[in-house]
């Protein structure tokens, strides 16, 4: 998905804390970015390697 920053409504670097319960084991990303695109909300959740 191609996204300009006109659609970006929060990027933001997640504390250390912050965990996602998975099917198998925590996932614990390090930022989040929350966009708008044509009326529809994404969120994704991006973990340095």
């Known amino acids: ?3 300009t920053t006109s659609e970006v409504v929060v ?3 997640l504390p250390r804390t ?3 319960p998975t099917p198998v084991g925590n996932y614990a990303p390090d ?3 929350a966009m708008k695109k ?3 909300k ?3 959740f991006v ?3």
Request: glycine fraction near 0%.
């Open 31 to 33: 930022w989040a970015i």
């Open 18 to 20: 912050f965990q996602i």
């Open 47 to 49: 973990a340095e390697t």
């Open 11 to 13: 990027y933001a670097k």
């Open 1 to 3: 998905m191609e996204m």
């Open 38 to 40: 044509n009326d529809v």
């Open 42 to 44: 994404h969120i994704f």
